[in-house]
């Protein structure tokens, strides 16, 4: 059974830093791209960030580039997201998702090639 687990959000103010983490299990987790999508109170969910599989190749949501990192750890089971210089508009609920294609050669950004999801991290930052 497919388990992801996102930890690492909180309370801060403008400005400030956060790692998000997300742990895998129940897969083989070096096979797929994963991504991490975030959803705003009253918003549609949206993509931020994915990583290919071999976290050869990221790709980032044009609001959070140049101040989020998407990163692996296939050692860990584990997919990273550092959030540096947050915004109040970077308040949400922060998912993890797995690719439903393994190997995937292309790293993708729409939740429908997503088939596996965590509960999600509140990440609120203040003014």
């Known amino acids: 059974q497919v388990q992801l687990v996102e930890s690492g959000g909180g309370l801060l103010q403008a400005g400030g830093s956060l790692r998000l983490s997300c742990a895998a299990s129940?897969?083989?987790?070096?096979?797929?791209?994963m991504a991490w999508f975030r959803q705003a109170p009253g918003k549609e969910r949206e993509f931020v960030a994915a990583?290919?599989?071999?976290?050869?190749?990221?790709y980032y949501a044009d609001s959070v580039k140049g101040r989020f990192t998407i990163s692996r750890d296939n050692t860990k089971n584990t997919v990273y997201l550092q959030m540096n210089s947050l915004k109040p508009e970077d308040t949400a609920v922060y998912y993890c998702?797995?690719?439903?294609?393994?190997?995937?050669?292309?790293?993708?950004?729409?939740?429908?090639?997503?088939?596996?999801w965590g509960q999600g991290t509140q990440v609120t930052v203040s003014s």
């Open positions: 998702a797995r690719d439903r294609t393994g190997y995937s050669g292309t790293i993708r950004y729409t939740q429908r090639d997503y088939d596996y």
């Open positions: 129940g897969l083989t987790f070096s096979r797929y791209c």
């Open positions: 990583i290919s599989w071999s976290a050869s190749n990221t």
